[in-house]
């Protein structure tokens, strides 16, 4: 190890662990940058992979609209555009409730909607054959009580796929409700609740004028998958059965139940058969023997 001599009045210099100290800092400095790009690197893959995934859990989006609102996107990445339909009346109305059962990000979905006096639809594009699924969002921002607004929902112009919807009977005043309708297409046949008619590249979603108000729809998307694709509601309170409430119910309507032993009341009593006390039978014998030994004794002795 070198000694670099010292200028007046200063130290001497230990020039190799300098060095040493100085490269020892580099590769410090060096590890700490790459440990934490690592780390950065990493954050940015778990999100981009976290993305994909949940963009992978649900099914193929192909048209959503915001109806009677602006373009928005929700929380599962579903992108609804800006409603252009020129039918009807859009209304923001539902912006003065605190909609229920849904997150605040997406309840400008069901604060906005469309209506009509008289029956109107949307036209949505199909993509080929296959497994899809409709959801219709709803929510009741104006009447309090059921039996005010009644209507149907139809496909194609033929198939009643909602009958006589009130959505205040189904879940009150500013709460989310969607309804869930699943259909097939194969070679230009429209598949829906056991019902076939031929169809187009284009489905043709109605909501019929009843007797009761007007018809309408808050917010629409056409996905192509299963309904275990769909992102769902959470449960209505109260509506919840636990698993064991459904077994214990179950278990009582199950006439083959094998019913449980009944224990009899009162003091248990002795089983007179429970066993055979052969003692009072060999009393007689023992007597026997006790009188035929003497005798037999004085019978030698003669």
Same mark, same amino acid.
């Given at each position: 190890?070198?000694?670099?001599?010292?200028?007046?009045?200063?130290?001497?210099?230990?020039?190799?662990?300098?060095?040493?100290?100085?490269?020892?800092?580099?590769?410090?400095? !060096?590890?700490?940058?790459?440990?934490?790009?690592? #780390?950065?690197? @990493?954050? @940015?893959?778990?999100?981009?992979? !976290?993305?994909?995934?949940?963009?992978?859990?649900?099914?193929? %989006?192909?048209?959503?609209?915001?109806?009677?609102?602006?373009?928005?996107?929700?929380?599962?990445?579903?992108?609804?555009?800006?409603?252009?339909?020129? %039918?009807?009346?859009?209304?923001?109305?539902? #912006?003065?409730?605190?909609?229920?059962?849904?997150?605040?990000?997406?309840?400008?979905?069901?604060?906005?909607?469309?209506?009509?006096?008289?029956?109107?639809?949307?036209?949505?594009?199909?993509?080929?054959?296959?497994?899809?699924?409709?959801?219709?969002?709803?929510?009741?921002?104006?009447?309090?009580?059921?039996?005010?607004?009644?209507?149907?929902?139809?496909?194609?112009?033929?198939?009643?796929?909602?009958?006589?919807?009130?959505?205040? !009977?189904?879940?009150?005043?500013?709460?989310?409700?969607? *309804?869930?309708?699943?259909?097939?297409?194969?070679?230009? #046949?429209?598949?829906?609740?056991?019902?076939?008619? #031929?169809?187009?590249?284009?489905? @043709? %979603?109605?909501?019929?004028?009843?007797?009761?108000?007007?018809?309408?729809?808050?917010?629409?998307?056409?996905?192509?998958?299963?309904?275990?694709?769909?992102?769902?509601?959470?449960?209505?309170?109260?509506?919840?059965?636990?698993?064991? *409430?459904?077994?214990?119910?179950? *278990?009582?309507?199950?006439?083959?139940?094998?019913?449980?032993?009944?224990?009899? !009341?009162?003091?248990? %009593?002795?089983?007179?058969?429970?066993?055979?006390?052969?003692?009072?039978? @060999?009393?007689?014998?023992?007597?026997?023997?006790?009188?035929?030994?003497?005798?037999?004794?004085?019978?030698?002795?003669?």
């Amino acid at each position: 190890m070198a000694l670099r001599a010292a200028l007046p009045g200063h130290s001497p210099v230990w020039t190799s662990s300098q060095n040493m100290l100085s490269a020892c800092s580099r590769v410090y400095a !060096s590890m700490t940058f790459c440990f934490f790009h690592r #780390k950065h690197m @990493l954050f @940015l893959i778990c999100t981009i992979l !976290s993305l994909v995934t949940q963009s992978l859990g649900i099914g193929e %989006v192909i048209w959503a609209v915001n109806c009677g609102g602006e373009s928005h996107t929700d929380i599962n990445g579903i992108r609804y555009e800006t409603d252009s339909l020129k %039918v009807g009346i859009s209304s923001d109305y539902g #912006k003065t409730l605190m909609v229920s059962r849904v997150v605040a990000q997406d309840q400008i979905l069901y604060q906005t909607e469309r209506y009509h006096m008289s029956t109107f639809g949307y036209e949505i594009p199909l993509s080929g054959d296959g497994e899809y699924v409709l959801v219709l969002k709803f929510c009741e921002v104006w009447f309090t009580s059921p039996n005010q607004k009644v209507f149907d929902v139809t496909l194609n112009g033929e198939h009643t796929v909602v009958d006589e919807l009130d959505i205040y !009977s189904k879940v009150g005043r500013g709460v989310a409700h969607d *309804e869930l309708i699943e259909f097939t297409i194969r070679s230009g #046949k429209l598949k829906v609740n056991g019902e076939t008619s #031929k169809i187009n590249s284009k489905l @043709l %979603v109605e909501f019929m004028k009843g007797d009761y108000d007007n018809p309408k729809i808050n917010a629409i998307y056409l996905m192509k998958g299963t309904i275990d694709d769909v992102p769902k509601l959470p449960s209505l309170p109260g509506t919840e059965t636990t698993r064991e *409430e459904e077994e214990v119910d179950e *278990e009582e309507d199950s006439p083959d139940r094998p019913s449980k032993a009944r224990r009899p !009341s009162g003091p248990k %009593v002795k089983d007179p058969y429970a066993s055979d006390d052969t003692s009072t039978m @060999l009393l007689p014998v023992i007597i026997a023997l006790g009188a035929f030994i003497p005798l037999l004794f004085c019978l030698c002795k003669l």
